[in-house]
């Protein structure tokens, strides 16, 4: 059981600028690192910045395509460095709200934990108000999920920012570099979208699809790729079972 996250200081930097470049939608990115002492320690050393499919004040989603992208980023790493780097985990913001994972953020998690026991989730609560001080602040919770039959619960893991001194530092940087471009990329995107539908819709179908046809297809791409990490987790599982035979 995982007790205990090692977070290198340059990758906390990375998460905290990229929480901190977007005030009204959250934010998510994924965690590249190692898994030590029979899967009781991991330590992050790199991310990976994701392009985001939705922004949502509540809520994030990303393509499969940039999964695998990040998958691939882990094995070049791995390769260059001669180390057994990996997809350890991920991180999203929560702007103007708690630090808490909220159910959703929990079933994701535990999604993630069917398929890797060690996997961590990583929560930046940021444009957040000190109550007593009224000074800006910022909170940073690491949580894995417990499942209790219909929903899932928080675990919170230990985590502990460390310096890091190896040869990742400068690629963690150039991680940093590449914020801009990524924001940029997303509001093209968005207003390409926007183009297009004002060619093709009137004013009344453009609100009807905001209000009623956009929410529904929404929830069923989300409920589709959680169908999808579901029966990845449950092959995997199979597999298992059956080598035991």
Same mark, same amino acid.
């Given at each position: ?76 790493? *791995? ?35 069917? &398929? ?94 905001? *209000? ?9 791409? *989300? ?17 298992? &079972?059956?080598?035991?035979?």
């Amino acid at each position: 059981m995982l007790n205990k996250v090692l977070l290198s200081s340059d990758v906390a930097l990375v998460c905290m600028q990229h929480a901190l470049s977007t005030e009204k939608e959250e934010i998510m990115g994924l965690l590249i690192g190692e898994v030590h002492n029979n899967n009781t320690l991991v330590s992050i050393v790199s991310s990976v910045i994701l392009r985001r499919l939705d922004k949502k004040p509540d809520r994030v989603e990303i393509s499969e395509e940039q999964l695998v992208q990040a998958t691939l980023r882990a094995e070049e790493l *791995a390769n260059e460095l001669g180390r057994p780097l990996r997809v350890v985990g991920w991180y999203h913001s929560h702007p103007h709200i708690t630090v808490w994972p909220s159910h959703v953020d929990l079933a994701t998690q535990f999604m993630y934990q069917r &398929m890797d026991s060690s996997f961590v989730g990583i929560i930046f609560a940021v444009f957040l108000t000190d109550q007593a001080s009224k000074a800006p602040s910022v909170q940073v919770t690491c949580f894995q999920s417990v499942n209790e039959g219909s929903s899932q619960s928080r675990r919170e893991i230990e985590m502990e920012i460390i310096n890091n001194s190896d040869s990742l530092v400068s690629n963690n940087f150039e991680t940093l570099t590449q914020l801009p471009t990524i924001l940029k990329e997303e509001e093209d995107e968005a207003y390409n979208n926007e183009a297009i539908q004002s060619e093709d819709d009137d004013i009344i179908n453009r609100q009807h699809n905001a *209000a009623m046809s956009r929410p529904m297809l929404e929830a069923l791409v *989300a409920r589709n790729a959680l169908n999808s990490i579901r029966l990845k987790a449950l092959k995997k599982q199979h597999k298992e &079972m059956m080598t035991k035979l």
